[in-house]
């Protein structure tokens, strides 16, 4: 049975950071490509950062100057760094692994989704 189950969202100040983890079970991990997306109130989920297998990292335009993506395959984690913070920033945010291993941006391309962390963003 695969499993993702995000933590480490909560409430935060603009200008703030954020830690968010995914830890995987029930797949080959270190194949996998993961993501991380997001969904604020009322508005499509949208992708915001993917690391592929060998760790090459790729973000949304709004996200690639204050957000990093890292994985410890050792763990079966994948993590989220969020800094400078927005209140734009507010929204669940879901992990997901595709296991193509591909440079996907499409949710339909993941294969696999946590249940979602919620992070909000006060001005």
């Known amino acids: 049975q695969v499993e993702l189950v995000e933590s480490g969202g909560g409430w935060a100040q603009a200008g703030d950071s954020l830690r968010l983890s995914c830890a995987a079970s029930?797949?080959?991990?270190?194949?996998?490509?993961m993501g991380w997306f997001r969904q604020a109130p009322g508005k499509e989920r949208e992708f915001v950062a993917g690391?592929?297998?060998?760790?090459?990292?790729y973000f949304a335009d709004s996200v690639k100057d204050r957000f990093t993506i890292s994985r410890d395959n050792a763990k079966n984690t994948v993590y989220l760094q969020l800094s400078s913070l927005k209140p734009e920033d507010t929204a669940v945010y879901y992990c997901a692994a595709d296991r193509r291993g591909f440079y996907s941006r499409d949710e339909y391309a993941f294969d696999y989704w946590g249940q979602g962390t919620q992070v909000t963003v006060s001005s």
């Open positions: 029930g797949i080959t991990f270190s194949s996998y490509t």
């Open positions: 690391i592929i297998w060998r760790g090459t990292t």
